[in-house]
């Protein structure tokens, strides 16, 4: 990917506007609850404002549906993010049109702005060249640093490119960027690909792109009941999709026939209910009883992957192995994470559940790289190239 990069610009007394991801929980209070996003950005607007740049933010919040929803305004982000400057971030009611020109217009350097939630506009959403036209006007440099909406044809990542002269990836994406290449475009080997999660419907394309790339495959989460049923063993009430049993078959023909090892559970802790006050037992995968739930990799399995990734150079992980937002259910994915930050490989772990279990297990700073980006991050696994990304390309 030829994309430069925001700190190979000149932006002294520049109009920077730096496409962010401020898509942040909030509390009833208006407080936000989670700043992860913020911090993630923090690198890029400082690069800016120290380089003495006019520096303009734009971002997201929720799904306003090109409508102003009170509650979906970016002003707690505003306030939030001044904190975590340490300078006042002055917030504008509008991200287009003279109340935001005149704000722009108004600036001086150093100084920072968050524009409102750029999906108040229908135009956002449907990639509108007319209003890509209105905000590149605010700008004379754009920089994209969300990456977590860089699977998203919209205004605000690919229609305003066109209309501005410079433009650049900010320091989060250029990392996004880096990370990925790292793991599938010229890895250290071997190259291991850890899938979790509950449905193999939605990572197939992944699971069939990297195939060709990785040396193993390994598969947890509800997604590998599919694979036993597709073997015909026996899943209980587990989840799995019974539309894709043909695909799991054509998977494990297609890793065999790539010489691609590739490891399913080989036990499962099993639960007569989903909760977790739930009876529970570890049983082998050929013994699921019938009217049982498995909810998680059992020991065994921990033990066999732990050893599958013994050696491995570089680790790619999508999708948690259990239940694990329930105690009972979390040990599979928590040990997979203990092996992830014990291991001497690149670790480069993607999705939100994932993340949110990192977090969860402490081990989130143990990671090489954690990916901002659920959707896109998937999405670049599955080998497509994404239309934020690609506007950047030189």
């Known amino acids: 990917m030829k994309v430069r ?16 991801d401020f898509n942040v929980p909030m509390d009833k209070a208006g407080n936000v609850t989670d700043d992860t996003r913020l911090q993630a950005a923090l690198p890029t607007i400082r690069h800016a404002v120290m380089s003495g740049a006019k520096t303009i933010l734009l971002s997201h919040l929720g799904r306003p549906k090109g409508k102003k929803v009170p509650e979906m305004s970016l002003a707690p ?7 975590l400057l340490g300078k006042e971030v002055s917030f504008v009611p509008d991200c287009a049109g003279p109340e935001a020109e005149n704000a722009v217009a108004a600036m001086r350097p150093g100084d920072v702005i968050l524009l409102e939630n750029v999906r108040y506009y229908s135009e956002e959403e449907k990639n509108d060249e007319g209003f890509g036209k209105k905000l590149a006007a605010l700008c004379d440099v754009y920089v994209n640093d969300a990456f977590a909406t860089a699977h998203r044809g919209h205004s605000s990542n690919v229609a305003i490119v066109k209309f501005v002269k410079e433009k650049a990836a900010g320091l989060l994406m250029k990392n996004e960027i880096a990370y990925f290449e790292k793991a599938l475009v010229d890895p250290a080997r071997p190259l291991v690909a850890v899938f979790g999660g509950a449905k193999i419907s939605g990572k197939i394309e992944a699971i069939n792109n990297v195939i060709g790339k990785v040396d193993k495959i390994l598969i947890g989460g509800a997604m590998a009941n599919t694979f036993f049923a597709a073997k015909g063993l026996e ?5 799995y999709e019974a539309e ?4 799991a078959r054509q998977v494990l023909s297609n890793a065999a026939g790539r010489k691609v090892k590739l490891y399913l559970p080989v036990d499962v802790v099993v639960a007569d209910r989903l909760d977790p006050s739930a009876s529970t037992k570890a049983v082998p995968v050929e013994e699921i009883p019938p009217g049982w739930i498995a909810a998680d990799v059992g020991p065994a399995t921990s033990l066999l992957f732990k050893e599958a990734l013994q050696g491995a150079r570089t680790i790619v992980w999508n999708g948690p192995l259990g239940a694990f937002e329930m105690g009972p259910f979390a040990n599979g994915t928590f040990s997979l994470m203990r092996a992830l930050a014990e291991s001497d490989a690149i670790t480069i772990v993607g999705g939100g559940d994932t993340d949110t279990a990192l977090h969860k297990a402490g081990l989130f700073s ?11 991050f998937l999405e670049l696994l599955e080998g497509k190239r994404l239309p934020g990304i690609v506007a950047l390309e030189e």
């Open 235 to 239: 899943v209980g009430k587990s989840l």
């Open 77 to 83: 982000a505003a306030r939030r993010l001044s904190a």
């Open 5 to 20: 990069a925001i700190d190979q610009l000149e932006l002294s007394g520049k109009r920077v506007l730096i496409r962010v």
């Open 244 to 247: 894709m049993l043909e695909t």
């Open 366 to 376: 143990r990671m090489s790289y954690v990916s901002t980006g659920g959707g896109a």
